[in-house]
Structure formats: structure tokens, C-alpha cells
């Protein structure tokens, strides 16, 4: 039986902490915030509440495992409901798609909606999304992956390898597959699940549409912050030991590997096994300062942070019971958005895609009156004045203009909430790095632009012997499902007791 100090209480670190402790470990969380979650944060104020990390659950099976592993179906835990359509889009041209989460019937939709032929067309990629995905799904994201290589071993076949296609970027893939602009403005947003642009991002990507199709959108009553929840109430019931208020400076280490973390309060606690949730830039810039760590840190200098979100939380009043939950604003120029989100000299995106998340949930607003909608635009990360790549999101005033400036955009695309208008609150980049730690507010660690960048995430046992990584910024990525994924491979990778 090992002792397992798991750094941060994120979703991938719970989701370890509760594996390892029905492995027998001896696990201890910590913590430095008050509460568990990480990113899936929750904001409660006059009766209205909001998700403030992600808005829908894909590949519930994945905590379906993580709660059957350990000791009981998340069934008796909390309700998991499907979200029927998943998605409504407005094209720039004002073309409205409403999709299906049942791939049978998006041709008819496609169809119906853009323009005979595009049903056709989506079915092509859907087909060959999916032989993607019998090649690198979930297989591939379930153990470890030594960089591009490892992803090509699992398509040695010629057939393989040209389905994988490692040159081709997620913008090419839609040109190949799809002739209308609209469904390859519809296929390239999915790059935003990684953080990434849809021109630098590998076409490998494609799968994340078809995964979402095939397996479904879901949605947890109460909000998705009940998933947190849960989680953390299996890890105490498994035994696990929480330390909130308390932050890590240093991972502790010898010639042999770990040997304990050091506290905030000057004290330190042993340790067999360290299982770091945070950032994997943090762990190995700051808190794991051995040398063994220097490649990996190197490796990260390498590429590119995925990108952040500005977020609006909006207290509406008045009720439309057919408000879709999920709903996507694109504009007229797609380039515009993340040339200014990605470039050099980055600034906030005049005229961003507007993604807004609205819940037919009675617990998350004061009365059927009202509604809470969650609102997020992709942003630049948060840095100091002059840092390449990001913006001062503390600058005085721009927090309130680009807030005004969003609530303008929505309305020019036939979404104008300020007459419904009760409140509103406003969170930026610099806020998500301030709640989570996340470097610059980056939501997924890093991007996935340029070819190998989406297979150079760092690994989840690391150099040091004794180390192990968890959460959006290591293998296999960000999101949900990926981060619980992360926990089945370092739980596999330290094994029992």
C-alpha cells in the first residue's frame, strides 16, 4: 500500500484519487481552494445558477466506468440525461441548423437546412471519422502514447496511415469532405475543444464531431458541477483524505524519485507516489525542480498554449421553453477570430463566435420567469503587457467593454438579451488563471497547432520516478471524458497495492 499525495482536486484528479484508493493506497488530496472541480466551477447568485466549466458531457461511459470500477453504477449517484437536439447553429448568412444527437437523422436535417447534397457530404466524413476512430479512439486514449509514433503503430497498414493522415490539418480534412463553406465552418469549430485553430490542428480532430454523434451530448440535472460532486463523494467514501486551503510549493524527490510535497505552511507530508493535477508547465517549471524534468519542460516550450475564454453569466427575465440548451453564433470571418486569438500581437476578436449554453433546468434559475445562460468567446490568454500571444485582461476597462462589446455581437446576430436584461457578471482569462492556476487561463493546457502538438502532451508518468501527471494539459488531452481517461492510465500505470 502506497502513500498518494494527488496535487489539486480537478475532475482527472479525483478521478485518480478514487481509482488508487479502491486499488488500496493511502490517498490524500490537496487542495488550495475550498472546494473540488476544478474548471467545473459553479457561480450562485439571486437564484440563478451557472456552469461555469464545461456545458455538456460527452462519452458518459467513460464516469460510467470510473463509478462502476470503483464500487457502484453513477446511476445512483445523480440522473445523466441525453440533450436532445445537441447543437443549434446561425451561420454568418443567417442560415439556422438545428442538429440531431442521432446521426440518422442529420442527412434529412443537413439537407432540409443548407441545401440538398450537404446531408451527402457530411455522411462522407461521418464514415471516414469513424474509421478514424476504430483506429485511434479510444483504444489509443485509454494507455499511454510515446508522441507521434505511438499513434502510428496502432495504423502500420497503408489504408491506416492515410486515414490518420498526420499532414493533413482539420481545415483540409473539411475541404476534402465538404463542399459547402457552412459545414466546414460547423466542422472546424470542433478544433475549440482542444484550444486550437482549425488551420494548425491535425485532421485526426474529426473524430471529436463523430464522437460526439455516436456517443451523444449529455447533460447532468442541477448542473454539470454535480459530476464533481459525486466524484468526491466516492473518494470519501473510499477512504480518501482532502486538504483544502492548502496549496503545494515543491514536489520533493531524491535520486529514487518522489519522496513527499511541501506545503504553504512551511510543513511537508512523505510520500510513495505524487499524482500532479495541475498545469504540467507548473509542475515542471516551479514545483518539481529536478533535472530529470527538463525535457519535458523543453518539450512544452515547443508549443503553443491552447487558448482561453471570456465568459458572460446573464440573468435573464422571461422564460422560452424552446430555448436550445446549446447553441453556436458563428461569424462572417472565421480567420478574423483566431488570427486575433493566436497571433503575435493577440488582442480580444472583434467579432467572435458566440457559444452560449442555456439549460431547461428549473434548478438553475429563481422561478420558470427567468433564465441563467452561460455565454463564452474564445479569448487570448492572460499576460502581462507586451508578452507575445496574450493580452492584460486587467487593463482598465476592457473587462467592461468586451463585455458590452459580445452582448453588441449577439445582438446583430438575432440573439439581443439586453432587454431581458436583469445582470450580468463577466469573467476573463486572468480570472480562470487567478481560480484555477491554469498559466495565462488556458483552458486546455496546450493547443494542438501544428502537427505533432497534439501527440507532444506531456506523458502521464514522468521522468522522476514516482511522478505521475493527470488532467487537460497531459495525455490524452482536455475535456471531460479525456481527463477521466488520464485517471484509468496512471491508476493502471501505478497498479494495486
Request: glycine residues 12%; positive net charge.
Amino acid at each position: 500500500m502506497a502513500r498518494v499525495a494527488v496535487i489539486g482536486a480537478g475532475m482527472g484528479a479525483l478521478a485518480a484519487a478514487a481509482r488508487l484508493a479502491r486499488q488500496g493506497h493511502r490517498v490524500t488530496v490537496y487542495e488550495r481552494s475550498a472546494v473540488c472541480g476544478g474548471k467545473l466551477g459553479t457561480v450562485r447568485r439571486d437564484g440563478f445558477v451557472f456552469d461555469t466549466g464545461p456545458s455538456l458531457l460527452t462519452m458518459p461511459e467513460v464516469y460510467r466506468r470510473l463509478f462502476a470500477d470503483t464500487g457502484a453504477p453513477v446511476e445512483r449517484c445523480l440522473p445523466l440525461r441525453p440533450v436532445e437536439p445537441a447543437c443549434g447553429y446561425r451561420f454568418a448568412d443567417g442560415t439556422r441548423l438545428v442538429m440531431p444527437g442521432d446521426p440518422r437523422l442529420v442527412p434529412g436535417v443537413l439537407d432540409h437546412a443548407l441545401g440538398e447534397g450537404t446531408g451527402a457530404q457530411w455522411a462522407r466524413l461521418h464514415a471516414a471519422s469513424g474509421e478514424l476512430w476504430r483506429l485511434v479512439g479510444e483504444s489509443v486514449l485509454r494507455r499511454p502514447l510515446g508522441g507521434p509514433a505511438g499513434l502510428l503503430r496502432h495504423s502500420v497498414r497503408p489504408r491506416g496511415l492515410a486515414a490518420v493522415a498526420p499532414w493533413r490539418t482539420l481545415r483540409g480534412t473539411g475541404r476534402r469532405y465538404l463542399r459547402d463553406p457552412r459545414l466546414r465552418v460547423w466542422l472546424e469549430r470542433y478544433a475549440t475543444y482542444s484550444g486550437s485553430d482549425p488551420r494548425r490542428a491535425p485532421g485526426v480532430m474529426a473524430v471529436v464531431p463523430y464522437v460526439e454523434q455516436r456517443y451523444g451530448a449529455w447533460y447532468v440535472p442541477g448542473g454539470l458541477r454535480l459530476l464533481a460532486e459525486a466524484v468526491e463523494r466516492r473518494c470519501a467514501e473510499l477512504g480518501v483524505r482532502f486538504r483544502h486551503g492548502c496549496e503545494i510549493t515543491a514536489v520533493d524527490t531524491s535520486g529514487r524519485g518522489v519522496t513527499g510535497v511541501r506545503l504553504t505552511d512551511g510543513g511537508t507530508a512523505a510520500a510513495d507516489v505524487v499524482v500532479s493535477g495541475v498545469d504540467a508547465a507548473v509542475l515542471y517549471g516551479r514545483l518539481a525542480a529536478d533535472r530529470r524534468g527538463r525535457r519535458p519542460l523543453a518539450a512544452l516550450a515547443r508549443v503553443q498554449p491552447s487558448l482561453s475564454g471570456f465568459v458572460l453569466l446573464l440573468a435573464l427575465r422571461g422564460r422560452d421553453p424552446r430555448t436550445p440548451h446549446h447553441r453556436v453564433l458563428f461569424p462572417a470571418d472565421y480567420d478574423a477570430e483566431f488570427d486575433a486569438v493566436f497571433g503575435a500581437r493577440a488582442r480580444p476578436a472583434a467579432d467572435p463566435t458566440v457559444y452560449i449554453s442555456a439549460p431547461d433546468d428549473a434548478a438553475l434559475r429563481p422561478d420558470d420567469a427567468h433564465e441563467a445562460w452561460f455565454v463564452l468567446v474564445n479569448a487570448p490568454r492572460h499576460g502581462q503587457l507586451g508578452a507575445p500571444g496574450t493580452v492584460d485582461w486587467t487593463a482598465p476597462g476592457l473587462k467592461e467593454s468586451y463585455a458590452e462589446r459580445i452582448l453588441d455581437v449577439m445582438a446583430a446576430r438575432s440573439t439581443d438579451v439586453r432587454p431581458r436584461l436583469l445582470w450580468y457578471e463577466a469573467r476573463t482569462p486572468f480570472d480562470l488563471e487567478h481560480e484555477t492556476g491554469s498559466p495565462g487561463g488556458a483552458i486546455y493546457g496546450t493547443s494542438s497547432n501544428g502537427v505533432r502538438a497534439a501527440f507532444l502532451r506531456p506523458a502521464n508518468r514522468s521522468p522522476v520516478p514516482g511522478l505521475f501527471l493527470v488532467g487537460g494539459s497531459a495525455h490524452p488531452g482536455g475535456g471531460l471524458p479525456l481527463v477521466a481517461l488520464s485517471a484509468e492510465i496512471v491508476a493502471a500505470q501505478i497498479g494495486g497495492a
